[in-house]
């Protein structure tokens, strides 16, 4: 019998013989199976992209985002952020787990930061590390700070930026601890 938390189930699928090739390239290039590419990009679509649309949200290049966030000046693009950091993540969270909890925040911040560039997430007993590499600005890196600062906020999470540069930020949520306790339930 399998006690693991997390269940997986096998499928079979018809996929175009093309399309199965730049998915086998894709993963080679990253290093990774095909396997975990596939669900890389079905946690995506479950998280993220079926409620774009639903949710008004739209792609735009890094080189709009860069020309937009340097007219900017650092009073806008904190009110901007609490806003947006308040309300989007929330109700993204809410429409994939039901709960705004610390863990349900963790995985849609693992999600919905990759679309901001390379992201390297890592976690211990207490803290959830995240850094981004996303090549906009700085202004964005201060966006991207209030924003994480407003969802710590909202749980009333510890957090702390580590590094902030015109094209990285590296940050910090603290577990709470009734997560700890609830942690093997």
Not at 41 to 48: C, E, G, S, V
Not at 66 to 86: H, L, N, S
Request: glycine share 4%; with cysteine; aromatic share 8%.
């Amino acid at each position: 019998m399998n006690n693991r938390k997390n269940h997986s189930t096998n499928i079979s699928s018809r996929i175009d013989t093309q399309m199965y090739k730049s998915l086998v390239s894709d993963a080679e290039s990253k290093g990774i199976s095909i396997n975990s590419l596939i669900n890389s990009i079905i946690k995506r679509h479950l998280l993220w992209d079926r409620f774009a649309e639903e949710m008004g949200l739209i792609p735009l290049t890094k080189r709009t985002l860069k020309k937009i966030f340097r007219t900017m000046d650092d009073e806008t693009i904190k009110k901007i952020a609490k806003d947006v950091g308040g309300t989007v993540p929330q109700e993204l969270i809410y429409l994939s787990y039901d709960k705004f909890d610390f863990t349900n925040l963790m995985k849609m911040i693992e999600i919905s930061d990759a679309r901001f560039g390379r992201v390297k997430y890592h976690m211990n007993d207490t803290t959830h590390s995240i850094n981004i590499m996303h090549g906009v600005c700085e202004n964005f890196s201060t966006f991207l700070a209030e924003t994480h600062q407003a969802l710590a906020d909202n749980l009333s999470l510890k957090f702390k930026i580590e590094h902030s540069d015109n094209n990285m930020i590296c940050m910090e949520f603290e577990k709470p601890s009734d997560s700890l306790k609830h942690k093997n339930l």
